[in-house]
């Protein structure tokens, strides 16, 4: 198996890799490399990387969430999001917001 940081510093070099190739890149490697603008996240990679990441990688890479990605994220984070215009939610998702929260979000 080769070295994920290896496999990495290929495509930071600017070659393509081959899907078997990026399946030895790690979470954290594909979501630092797509932070870095070096590759584009396939929707299998996407779900493979934890929450946290992603609302990192909305924050900072403009990347539009998708409904069952919005759903892996705690109230608190997507609120976040939300209020900070990095995100959008679908009316049916502010009922998994307090009260309060949905007062702030529909404030924005």
């Known amino acids: 198996m080769p070295d994920p940081n290896l496999v ?11 899907e078997e190739e ?3 890149l790690t979470p954290t490697l594909l979501a630092q490399l797509a ?11 996407r779900q493979i990387i934890p929450a946290a990441l992603l609302a990192n990688l909305a924050l900072c890479c403009d990347l539009q969430l998708t409904r069952a990605e919005r759903d892996r994220l705690p109230e608190n984070l997507l609120a976040q999001l939300v209020i900070g215009g990095k995100t959008n939610v679908e009316y049916e998702e502010l009922s998994r917001f307090s009260i309060a929260v949905q007062a702030i979000i529909a404030q924005v």
């Open 8 to 18: 990495a510093m290929r495509v930071i070099e600017g070659q393509v890799l081959s």
């Open 22 to 24: 990026r399946s030895f």
């Open 35 to 45: 932070i870095g603008g070096h590759l584009q996240l396939t929707d299998n990679e």
